[in-house]
């Protein structure tokens, strides 16, 4: 933020040098990053009083004024209108250099002489203003150099302000902090408003429908007015701060809101309908154009200023153009209120409108100041801008009164590492407006002044005296404390495994954050009555992208894929582990491990022998049997369904008769909402079931010393029976029955389906009247599955 210097001294004394200034400020932890010099852009001008003005025979468009410059009285020609007996204004004498370069002489005009020049704003390069005399502020003295006069040479702080000081991004905000330096004390403007007989209750009324939305709301009006242009040093304040003038109805709620960090928001009352201010949260989208010419959504939970038919701005963050201040407005309607943060930063974020206005109720703004800050805009309007000001204001208002926190002394001492004592300790929140009282020996209940929104807890407390006490004061102490054994935790030397398993699988392992959108559950076709889409909504997301905690991984990779994808990476196998939120049966919200991997492309690069084949489902079906064998868990695999998945690839995941995930070939339609061309195969578990069943160290047995044997079966399997039922089925016959798996799939008429079986005994050579056995066995137990038929 901008900081005049020369307007912070109109709060506060300041008795040091403003480079010192700084750098203490600084060490507050308020950074003044640097400290601009304004230099006038000419020289030997001074402040002189016009004491008589005459018209010279044969001189029609022209007076000669007789000004008084303290130590002598010039007559000086000018042809300016704006002028009268009375006006200080600017003198340039004879010598004197204008900021073009101009250097100004004697000069005679039909014998008539003049000694120097009346100049305009533009002629001393303080602004493009041409239209007139500089007229200057009554109260300076004549004989005075301009370019010595306050807000003309001037120096500007450039302070970093912390996003949690939102009560320091005002003059008034940086004057208590540099109060609490110097020890001094903050002045506010005296404010006398001279009002009209007529109340306003009789032209406005006003509804707040929200009290957690607008706490508080005031209304002032002023009658009769005009928009003319401000007064030069309300313009010159306002450039110095980084604003553009406008008119002096404008320019007057701007240069309030860098005084007192209340923004503020005038109405064109003769625009306003049925003469109707109400205060409401949004229901359903609505087209609003606002001021800056923009057609604009307003959607549910945006925060409206609505007038008798309709909205008339968006609370906090701009205007809309149907009640705009123009060169025709007559009677103005002053709004001044608190909003509540959290709606200003949504929809401003939403809408990408950040502005001055928005910046300061996003970070929490003085309810206490609200009305203050109305008074002081509509005194300055009527000041500047003429008019009547209505007697009264129209006001809502629920406050919760003021915050309270326990503090031990002692307690707080260790926590920073110093020893403050009791009269230092008040000392020092005193300074910044915080009330101590004191309950017993060293315990005091601290009351929190309206203006600091971020000063909530005990530690809030801590910080604040350590800050103001001085960081660099604070002796530095070396940390001691016990070193510990860390407890053995087996779940994360799982998941370690797990990451090591498929990096040497090929896999890269990505992490995403743990949120999502709706239109992600909608780009995955999930239903309402499915249980991923009741997810746990963010009260306050980053962006609407982010507003759901996720509750599957999924498209956190699709996203990777395409991310990769429009950066020419088209061959990809990758894995996250992380969290998903669930809701349990209560409606509580539930954390669990999943674990989610994909391939895509081909399955390498380049090769120069033979032919890169792409990826297809058998590889992710590889891995995912792979992953079962390598930490002995004995999934299954069975035909299944998911919305997102292509039918006849979906298949679920079974681990002791309960499904733990599924896998397949994502669809197209999915594929396509993400920007993806190509085949993707991809394959989600719940890993929380999977480290329950997984052992930490595999059981270890010596080498067979005995031959195994093995026989191959073919059957006829219908293609509504799950073959993988019919694998298991072959192993749970017998223990000498160590390996089961197809070698061949034939479909003509029928499906056929061949098996090879692995006989292997730990205690003799298997006899062939043995195996003969085991072979019936598992002939007979086939048969009797429907479907299934022994292959002759």
Known sequence: MKVPFSWLKEFVSIPQDPYELAQRLTMRGLEVESVEKREPAFSNVYVGEIVHMERPPGLDRLVVCHVDTANEVLPILCGARNIKVGDKVPVAKVGARLSGGEVIGRKKIRGVESLGMLCSERELGLSDDHSGIFLLPPHLQKGVSLGEVEGIRDLIFDVNVPANRGDCLSILGIAREVASLVGGRVELPEIELSEDEEPIDTCVDLDVLSSEACPRYVLRMLKGTSCVPSPFFIRNRLYMCGMRPINAIVDVTNYVMLELGQPLHAFDYERIRKGRIVVKVNSAPLPFRTLDGEERVLEEGDLLICDGDGPVAIAGVMGGENSEITGNTRHVLLESAFFNPLYIRRTSRRLNIRSEASLRFERGIDIGLVDYASKRAIGLMKETAGGTILRGKREVMYHEGEKKIFVSLSKLEKMMGATVGEETFAALLGSIGFGIERREEGAFSISVPSFRLDVSEFMDIVEEVARLYGYERIPPKIPVGMLRVAPFDSSLKKRRRIKEFFVSAGFFEVMNFAFFSK?????????????????????????????????????????????????????????????????????????????????????????????????????????????????????????????????????DLFLGGQKIGSMGEVKGETLERYGIEQKVFACEMDLQRVLSEMAFYGTFQEIPRFPPVVRDFSFYVDEDVPVELVREKIRSISPLIKSVGIFDVYKKEKRSVSFRVVFQSLEGTLTEERISELQASIIQELVKIEGVNLRT
Request: glycine fraction near 8%; proline fraction near 3%; hydrophobic fraction near 35%.
């Open 519 to 651: 239109r992600d559950l909608q780009n995955h076709s999930i239903k309402e009555s499915d249980g991923r889409y009741l997810a746990v909504s963010i009260l306050n997301p980053v962006s609407r992208e982010l507003e759901l905690m996720r509750t599957f991984l999924l498209p956190g990779l699709l996203k990777n894929v395409s991310y990769n994808l429009n950066r020419g990476v088209r061959n990809l196998r990758i894995f996250e582990i992380g969290k998903v939120f669930t809701r349990g049966t209560d409606g509580s919200p539930e954390e669990r491990y999943h674990i989610a991997f994909l391939l895509t492309g081909k399955e390498r690069e380049y090769f120069w022998r033979e032919e890169i084949r792409d990826y297809d489902f058998f590889d992710l079906k590889g891995v995912a049997e792979a992953f079962s064998e390598k930490f002995l868990i004995d999934i299954s695999f069975v035909r299944g369904r998911e919305p997102f998945l292509l039918e006849g690839t979906t298949t």
